[in-house]
């Protein structure tokens, strides 16, 4: 079974610019959620999507948006970067149910210049 | 936000059991105790999670206290490629809750 794959792996943008990362879940995964990665906050949770519907939101400004296709693949964007905005950023995938574990992809490093 | 403790760094030889501590002072009834590691810029990989009672894969163990206040995720023979940050989280288990709040962390480093 095929993990969860990210696109692109590394990514180089200016200030201003806007950005859009992909994930596609495991096969049969109907939640998806993503995460940011910095040295200096660690591991945030950005938003999860269910069934194409955003479920839950961390907070992060409204600069961060996503949205999730009916075959579960997901899409989040940044618009105006940010120097700051240089991350990690990662998807997890899990079934269902709340009481299961999430895989997550290699993610995403976003470079903003 | 995070609601669990661990040491910062710990240090185990290879070969040796790796134990890892964790402290929750302040789960709830319906939340599970959840592990992931990340090896150095990777993404997080699952490991394991429990409720109350002790937990074995192939991967580790977990043992949580009766109180359920803390809990050890125990490497019975760690390997070098165990080297990696790990993460305790703890997790409601309804429907929903996917959201994965993460502390620091312990920094684990297996030596030859």
């Known amino acids: 079974k095929a993990g969860v794959t990210q696109t692109p792996r590394y990514l180089i943008k200016t200030r201003g610019q806007q950005v859009t990362l992909s994930c596609s879940p495991i096969?049969?995964?109907?939640?998806v959620s993503w995460y940011q990665q910095t040295p200096g906050q660690g591991l945030q949770f950005l938003f999860e999507y269910f069934s194409e519907t955003q479920r839950n939101k961390g907070n992060f400004p409204g600069r961060f948006s996503g949205r999730q296709f009916s075959n579960s693949r997901s899409e989040m964007n940044v618009s105006t970067l940010e120097l700051g905005d240089s991350a990690l950023y990662l998807c997890?995938?899990?079934?269902?149910?709340?009481?299961?574990?999430?895989?997550f992809g290699q993610g995403t490093r976003l470079t903003v210049v | 936000d995070a609601k669990t403790t661990q040491p910062t760094s710990m240090d185990c030889a290879e070969g040796r059991a790796a134990n890892l501590p964790c402290n929750h002072s302040?789960?709830?009834?319906?939340?599970?105790v959840y592990w992931y590691r990340q090896i150095h810029s990777q993404g997080p990989q699952y490991i394991i999670h429990?409720?109350?009672n002790n937990e074995t894969n192939e991967m580790a163990s977990l043992i949580i206290t009766e109180d359920r206040k803390s809990s050890t995720l125990i490497l019975p023979h760690a390997t070098l490629r165990d080297t990696a940050v790990y993460y305790c989280i703890v997790r409601p288990s309804y429907q929903g809750a996917q959201k994965l709040v993460f502390g620091q962390g312990t920094r684990l480093t297996i030596n030859p």
């Open positions: 096969s049969g995964h109907r939640s």
């Open positions: 997890a995938s899990s079934l269902e149910s709340g009481n299961t574990e999430a895989f």
């Open positions: 429990g409720l109350k």
């Open positions: 302040t789960i709830s009834g319906n939340e599970y």
